[in-house]
């Protein structure tokens, strides 16, 4: 019977925070990276959605810091970006604050299990997107909510570039971490 733990070290408070704060800070400022691009092109605020650049930073620290690191970032980001630049809708906020504190937690719990990482990332993404479909559908039909069911599936469909990005740049940037540096 193999390990499925893999060792790596235990963050402290101070770092898992100094991580979250940073990933914080990429959710927050990568969308209006988008958004620049977007108006410049001439594509609006629909490259944010089909890339999804928020959600990156958010899997990434949870995979390089913890459950702590990732959840708390994952929530706070959304709920930032807001408060700073008024995106995303208000009427998306708590759906992207539920999805992506369950990406960065689940991301989180991965960091010791040994899976390949585009494995983590698949779990992660797979995890936040049942929350946000539970929770759409709960906002619906628990307490009547006009939003239209099909953002569930729309969401996917249009984010899958942003998804399979994920996919390419999360386990390269793991691994461009994670290979010890010849010579020092």
């Known amino acids: 019977m193999t390990n499925t733990i893999a060792a790596k070290p235990k963050l402290s ?10 990933a ?3 959710a927050v400022a990568l969308p209006q990276l988008f958004h620049v691009l977007g108006a410049v092109s001439g594509l609006g605020t629909s490259l944010g959605e089909v890339f999804l650049p928020m959600h990156l ?3 990434l620290v949870g995979l390089l810091a913890g459950p702590f690191a990732g959840a708390v970032s994952g929530f706070l980001a959304p709920l930032v970006s807001f408060a700073i630049t008024g995106m995303p809708d208000a009427a998306m906020l708590p759906f992207m604050m539920a ?9 989180g719990l991965l960091r ?3 899976l390949p990482s585009l494995v983590k990332v698949l779990i992660a993404q797979i995890a936040g997107r049942l929350v946000r479909a539970a929770a759409i559908l709960i906002a619906v039909y628990g307490f009547g909510s006009t939003m239209n069911v099909s953002t569930i599936w729309t969401s996917l469909s249009v984010g899958l570039f942003g998804l399979l990005l994920q996919w390419v740049l999360i386990p390269l940037i793991l691994y461009r971490l994670e290979v010890p540096k010849h010579g020092k």
Do not use: N
């Open 112 to 114: 010791h299990v040994r």
């Open 13 to 22: 408070f101070r770092r898992q925070t100094l991580y979250a704060l940073g």
């Open 99 to 107: 999805e992506l504190c369950v990406y960065g937690l689940t991301a």
């Open 24 to 26: 914080l800070v990429a």
């Open 57 to 59: 930073p958010i899997i």
